[in-house]
């Protein structure tokens, strides 16, 4: 045979598993992805945003309220342009659909790096993606509602573009607007950006690649982008940075920093520490290629932001998704440089390779031991709730998997209830602040938690003691604003009734707590419990209305006849 055919032959060879590897993979993510069907409250937030856009009101939580209570732009546009296309859609269904398409872009993005660096296709060089098929963060969050997967994509095309133009000298046009498109999603990817250029001028020293003239460029497209933008943004709201920023990140303290530190120990818990115990025998290497280096130096600001930010509050480690792609690219590099030493060792090689195999079969599931083992081991992975007093994985009425999923429902019903029987034009006060607002249609919220209220957002707090982006809150601001009504208890949609008695012990974070301990709020506001359903895990709604509000709402009950929601 030829030396031309047998390349030929090896070409075909690499084209066939790398197609048949990237469809497995995609496959897997996408099953994944439905499998879990995880939702999130948070991004009913941005759903909210894009209904008001749409209806002429402006990019807005409330009509008339100019309060920038999201950090995901790029993707409240995305979302709004399918919608504005595709109008009998459902918002949450286009957002799935977005949100599993870029996850899997993700996962071939990996795929189609790991061959570029490597010049041929092994089952090793896929494992990256399949680290992020079976990644629990990645696939729980692709049906989330928010910007995961969209930002995952495109901080590592951004980075793919930016090794890719180091190794070939072409197409580099397409780092700054790769890396503006990421700010325009998550303002964070500035860091990951300037790590960008910092790392391009390092080169630039060493051997003149890439040239002064380029960097510059680069800089210049960035800015081309994103400064209309953020001047656009600082004109519309009034702040230099999003309300967002006021209420996570706003201020700084010990215990912040040590939370952060705490969600790190918790993610490397979750997902097994030793997964990543070859990433550092392949970084203390001498000879180490260009880009694990980059790639190490992207990963580690990234976490040191973090801990700056002091995690997250929101489940499956929604953070460390963000730059799972370019982690799980170490993981599989180091395990590549672990199974390389072992063909060098004399003795025993075999037994080497078959205790890394396991090693590496071990690391997969653990990957996705939070969305998969719930699912298999429900009796198992069961846990109590005591707030609403139940357990999830459900069992019986509860066929809920998720907690998250039924309080998103919950606040839906909760809305479906004001719809039919409050005042037009009422106020409404909550702590959860995503569906209910989206399944409001005539009636403003009042965001507890700050994330869309400037003044909330905008008050003092020692960050660090509670959950991240939960610690805010003031009653006698929420009370100064006379709401019409009140849901505490974070929205009380229970399978049994509450008092003034029993809600006490429901109320939840410093805006609940602050109004229960004020003496006005007790005199302006009566508890009302409406009875919703006979069975199942909806069947009471207990909140607080203004005491003048009592016979209008009476009335509506008795002209609608709505007191019941199947």
Not at 27 to 56: E, M, R, T
Not at 417 to 445: C, F, M, Q, R
Not at 503 to 511: A, G, Q, R, T, V
Not at 535 to 544: A, E, I, K, M, R
């Amino acid at each position: 045979m030829k030396i031309e055919e047998i390349k030929g032959w090896a070409t075909s060879h690499d084209k066939l598993l790398f197609s048949v590897g990237c469809v497995l993979l995609i496959s897997i993510f996408v099953l994944h992805s439905l499998s879990v069907n995880y939702s999130s409250d948070d991004g009913y937030i941005a759903f909210q945003y894009v209904k008001n856009l749409l209806n002429g009101s402006g990019l807005v939580y409330n009509p008339g309220e100019r309060v920038e209570g999201y950090n995901n732009f790029l993707w409240i546009m995305l979302l709004a342009g399918v919608q504005r296309l595709l109008p009998t859609v459902k918002l949450l269904h286009i957002a799935d659909v977005l949100g599993i398409t870029f996850g899997a872009l993700a996962i071939l993005m990996v795929c189609r790096f790991s061959r570029m660096v490597h010049q041929r296709v092994t089952v090793l060089s896929l494992l990256a993606g399949a680290f992020l098929a079976l990644h629990s963060g990645l696939a729980a969050w692709a049906t989330g509602g928010l910007e995961t997967t969209l930002y995952a994509f495109l901080l590592f095309s951004a980075s793919y573009s930016y090794v890719s133009y180091i190794r070939s000298g072409k197409n580099g046009f397409a780092v700054p607007v790769l890396f503006a498109l990421a700010v325009l999603t998550r303002p964070d990817a500035v860091l990951l950006f300037g790590v960008t250029l910092i790392h391009a001028s390092i080169l630039h020293l060493k051997d003149g690649k890439p040239s002064k003239a380029v960097i510059i460029k680069w800089v210049l497209i960035f800015l081309g982008i994103f400064l209309p933008y953020y001047l656009w943004r600082y004109a519309y709201y009034g702040y230099p940075l999003p309300n967002t920023f006021y209420v996570k990140l706003g201020g700084s303290s010990k215990t912040k920093y040590l939370r952060g530190v705490i969600y790190l120990l918790d993610y490397l818990k979750s997902y097994g520490t030793f997964v990543f115990i070859p990433v550092l025998v392949l970084l203390i290497r001498r000879r180490r290629q260009m880009w694990v280096d980059y790639f190490a130096a992207l990963v580690g600001v990234y976490l040191l932001y973090l801990v700056y930010a002091g995690g997250d509050g929101l489940a499956f480690f929604r953070f460390v998704a963000y730059i799972a792609p370019l982690l799980y690219i170490l993981v599989q590099e180091g395990f590549g440089d672990l199974y390389e030493r072992a063909n060098r060792i004399r003795f025993m090689p075999l037994a080497a390779k078959a205790a890394l195999t396991l090693g590496l079969l071990l690391s997969l599931s653990v990957t996705m031991r939070q969305t998969v083992f719930p699912m298999v081991f429900e009796t198992r992975m069961r846990w109590y709730e005591p707030h609403s007093q139940l357990s999830f994985p459900g069992t019986g009425d509860n066929h809920y998997l998720w907690f998250d999923n039924y309080f998103v429902d919950r606040q839906a019903i909760a809305a479906q209830w004001l719809e039919a029987n409050a005042p037009a034009g009422a106020l409404v006060a909550s702590t959860p602040a995503g569906s209910i607002a989206y399944h409001l249609k005539d009636h403003n919220v009042i965001d507890m938690l700050g994330l869309n209220d400037v003044h909330i957002a905008h008050t003092k707090a020692d960050l660090g003691k509670g959950r991240a982006g939960h610690e805010k809150g003031d009653g006698k601001y929420v009370l100064s604003r006379a709401p019409d009504y009140i849901l505490m208890g974070n929205v009380a949609v229970l399978p049994f009734p509450l008092d003034d008695h029993s809600i006490e012990d429901k109320l939840i974070l410093k805006s609940e707590h602050e109004l229960w301990a004020d003496p006005e709020f007790h005199k302006q506001y009566e508890l009302k419990c409406v009875k919703l359903a006979d069975t199942g895990v909806f069947q009471y709604f207990t909140f607080f209305q203004k005491r003048d509000l009592a016979a209008a709402t009476a009335s509506n009950l008795s002209n609608n006849n709505t007191g019941r929601t199947k």
